[in-house]
């Protein structure tokens, strides 16, 4: 069982990663958000790409599933914490970090 701790520290581990207030949520970013956590702690959300969002989804639907609206349709997955173990979040937070660092070294 992961929590809201293992998220954040995960995170920050990663490269260039900086967090930052985001409405409600704190932000991860690397040149652009790769995640949010959510105040309660209790979820998170990350930018997968649709196809990896589907996987985990198919594979682990407690724990997985897109942000309802045209924000899931982009690959934003809803990641319950106390549903997934820690050695799968940090797979999960590395590729979303991955993206958004190869989109910001694109630029």
Same mark, same amino acid.
């Given at each position: ?8 520290? &995960? /995170? ?11 409405? %409600?949520?704190? /932000?991860? +970013?690397?040149?652009? &958000? ?5 105040? %309660?702690?209790?979820? /998170?959300?990350? +930018?997968?790409?649709? #196809? #990896?969002?589907?996987? +985990? ?12 609206? /045209? ?7 809803? &990641?319950?914490?106390?549903? &997934? %173990?820690?050695?799968?979040?940090? %797979? ?9 660092? +190869? ?5």
């Amino acid at each position: 069982m992961a929590s809201s701790d293992d998220f954040r520290r &995960i /995170a920050m581990s990663l490269e260039g990663t900086r967090e930052a207030p985001h409405f %409600d949520r704190s /932000a991860f +970013k690397v040149a652009r &958000i790769y995640a949010t956590l959510a105040a %309660d702690g209790l979820t /998170a959300n990350v +930018k997968l790409a649709p #196809e #990896e969002q589907a996987f +985990k989804s198919m594979m682990a639907p407690q724990a997985f599933a897109p942000v309802p609206n /045209a924000w899931g349709r982009q690959g934003w997955t809803t &990641i319950l914490l106390e549903s &997934i %173990d820690v050695p799968e979040l940090r %797979d999960t937070l590395e590729t979303a970090w991955r993206h958004a660092a +190869k989109a910001s070294r694109a630029r």
